[in-house]
């Protein structure tokens, strides 16, 4: 009797949260993608990307990055910066970058919420497999009450907004450096 009334108070409860719209949904690909970043130089060689670590969202828990929205993103963000002349297929390019999301340190509620992604960059030549550049990049984004009212919502925001600044950092640091 009582785990019937458990039960059916908890499907109550589910019921309550999917009616008022109050689901996580995952970080949007076109959310994280940079605007066209200051970069230094462009490189001519072409890129394959690999994205690890993400994860995809649970509706009734919290927002999360799933790996392909954080490989879309970084694929865009990429070839409009023309940081190299491609982003390719990996086995037709010439260097493959690697990133790994180590964390997203999401609060569970707050009327400001900050979420901080840390991530590892690895950039190699596909020939030989020699790392040409490495770092860990990590960026924090706050959401506010006047960015979106409802808490799951802004927490997505400030998970895009960490993984645009992780991305528009790593673009530009990318930039800096010498290949050969």
């Not at 929205?69 to 390719?88: E, G, R, Y």
């Amino acid at each position: 009797m009582i785990n019937q009334k458990y039960c059916t108070l908890f499907l109550l409860a589910v019921a309550a949260i999917l009616s008022s719209g109050c689901v996580a949904t995952g970080a949007k690909s076109t959310a994280m993608t940079i605007a066209l970043p200051a970069v230094e130089k462009q490189h001519p060689e072409t890129v394959a990307i690999s994205v690890s670590g993400g994860k995809a969202t649970n509706p009734l828990w919290t927002s999360q990055v799933s790996n392909e929205d954080f490989q879309a993103a970084l694929i865009s963000s990429i070839s409009a910066s023309k940081v190299f002349s491609a982003v390719v297929q990996d086995g037709q390019n010439d260097l493959l970058l690697k990133v790994e999301l180590l964390k997203l340190a999401q609060p569970l509620a707050g009327l400001n919420m900050t979420v901080t992604a840390e991530t590892s960059w690895t950039l190699t030549n596909r020939l030989d497999g020699a790392v040409l550049w490495q770092k860990q990049i990590s960026e924090a984004y706050t959401a506010t009450m006047s960015d979106a009212v409802v808490g799951v919502t802004r927490l997505r925001l400030a998970s895009e907004g960490a993984i645009q600044a992780v991305i528009k950092t790593g673009v530009e640091e990318m930039s800096r450096i010498r290949i050969k």
